[in-house]
């Protein structure tokens, strides 16, 4: 998002009416994950039915751009990553990043994509003020891959026992550059460039309108970063912009055509996707029901106010003057039919070499989890959800002589409330996957009682380095196994009961 300031931003959504609206605007839409959501109409005669598709711009994991030999580094110093291409400088030419081509087959093969042996670049032609060719590299006649799915799951009404699994079309995947980042300073009125980010790979995954809610919009690309993590396409971290996500959302009545859309941009949150499609359902339905329009317009989602403001406005064609880029040939993929025999292999992208080397993708990961550990299917998402859990649980299981149906109670339970309300990852848990197996077995050998174990765990949480029979001696928590014992300590009470 480019704007001189955030001032003007607002100066303009006021001026249009687009102000953040009162708080009973900014309930969530309801989703029917059986059928789709229909919100009905303040009349109650005429439903409305939500229509929404992503854009999905995820930074390939390579250690170099697209296009240039330039290191690709999170939060390095502004500049430093800058070839002379990368510059604009005269006479540069772009040279294809191998790793980025086959990052892109890769996650079109794990979308069920048709994989284009022969696709093209393009140039568009649209102001980029931080891209100093003034044009980005993408792909928009003939991208790398086409017409693919992506399955994903949801809960009915939040209740995690009850899900549904939905299917959202994948319209194409195409490389392109990123472009740099303009660092705005009102305080001097003056704008920043820094393009250690510009010319970086990029797989533009485009989602077609299949989707009727924010939670539906979330649960797909909360899978689809699973998948690209899984694959290492991609490390995905929305927080450090790996992942950004741009919502289209529109309304209509059954029957009718589809309303006209509008683009929120540049979304990096699962949660704030989530927040922001429904907020922009809700806000076009009550406009429309008010006598008013919908423009076509690029807005922003406001986290802390919770709400979409106006950008930019999009009426009329958009000229993005795409045209075939000159300097770069057509990009020939190959498969095991097509290779010829006197190919270098090292040269060319081979796609059923690729296919062979596909790891498990989430959905069987889970399937093998249910059937390998006798777990819920509810469990199993919560276990990939989470960054390096599922690791976790499998460490336990096989260091504990308990059964996997009562140790994903405690990871699930326990670990994972604790970690949440602490705001910590797995990684780094005070207790580890071998502290816990320990106590586990403690448990679950009758040497201590299941109240006796939670109160092991609360000093296991401490990260005094103590092991947990220590903490069971030191608090002289065992349970006593001998009946010679348990009868003189009940004949003592009922001695000092007489004496009393």
């Known amino acids: 998002v480019v704007a001189r300031s955030c001032a003007g931003v607002w100066r303009r959504a006021w001026q249009r009416g687009g102000g953040c609206p009162a708080p009973r605007r900014q309930q ?24 929404v598709g992503l854009e999905i711009h995820a930074q390939i994991s390579s250690n170099s751009k697209l ?22 400088l005269p006479g540069t ?17 794990a979308l069920n994509c048709s994989i284009n042996k022969k696709s093209l670049f393009d140039r568009k032609h649209y102001f980029y003020a931080d891209l100093p060719a003034g044009y980005q590299i993408t792909q928009q006649r003939v991208p790398i891959a086409v017409n693919g799915s992506l399955s994903y799951s949801l809960c009915i009404d939040n209740k995690m026992s009850q899900m549904v699994t939905k299917t959202v079309r994948i319209k194409q995947i195409q490389l392109e550059q990123d472009s740099g980042k303009s660092l705005h300073d009102d305080t001097r009125s003056q704008t920043l460039v820094d393009l250690n980010r510009a010319g970086v790979g990029l797989m533009e995954v485009v ?7 924010g939670e539906e919009a979330a649960a797909a690309v909360r899978e689809l970063q699973l998948i690209l993590q899984t694959l290492g396409s991609s490390q995905a971290v929305m927080a450090e912009g790996q992942l950004r996500v741009d919502a289209n959302v529109s309304v209509h009545h059954p029957g009718e055509p589809y309303g006209v859309r509008t683009e929120v941009k ?20 009550e406009e429309l029901e008010n006598g008013g329009t919908i423009l076509n317009e690029t807005r922003a989602f406001d986290s802390k106010l919770g709400c979409t403001v106006p950008m930019r406005d999009k009426e009329g064609k958009q000229d993005y003057r795409f045209m075939p880029e000159p300097n770069l040939p057509p990009l020939i993929l190959y ?83 604790y970690l949440k309300q602490h705001s910590l990852t797995v990684k780094e848990s005070p207790v580890s996957s071998f502290l816990l ?47 010679k014992e348990l009868e003189q300590i009940c004949q003592a009470v009922i001695d000092g009961q007489k004496n009393e």
């Open 67 to 88: 296009f240039s030999g330039s290191q690709v580094q999170f939060a390095a110093p502004p500049n430093p990553l800058v070839s002379f291409f990368d510059a604009s």
């Open 93 to 109: 030419l772009p040279v294809i990043n191998r790793r980025c081509v086959e990052a892109a087959v890769m996650t079109g093969l």
């Open 437 to 483: 197996a320990d106590l586990l077995n403690l448990l679950e050998k009758k040497e201590i009682s299941s109240t006796a174990a939670k109160q092991v765990l609360a000093e296991l949480w401490k990260g005094e380095g103590k092991s947990p029979l220590e903490i069971v001696k030191e608090k002289e928590l065992e349970l006593i196994q001998d009946q």
């Open 335 to 417: 498969d095991a039919k097509s290779l010829p025999a006197n190919m270098n292999h090292q040269q060319v992208v081979n796609i059923d070499w690729i296919r062979e080397r596909l790891p498990d993708l989430p959905s069987v990961k889970r399937a093998k989890l249910v059937e390998q550990y006798g777990i819920l299917p509810e469990h199993s998402f919560t276990l990939l959800n989470e960054d390096g859990l599922t690791e976790f649980f499998e460490n336990v299981v096989k260091e504990t002589q308990m059964k996997p149906k009562k140790v994903i109670g405690w990871i699930l339970n326990d670990l994972l409330s």
């Open 207 to 213: 989602m077609e309108p299949d989707m009727c809610c």
């Open 266 to 285: 540049n979304i990096n949150s699962v949660r704030f996707l989530a927040k922001a499609v429904d907020y922009e359902i809700q806000r076009q339905i």
């Open 28 to 51: 969530a839409v309801a989703c029917n994950a059986r059928g789709g959501a229909v919100p009905a109409g303040k009349s109650g005669l005429a439903p409305w039915v939500p229509v």
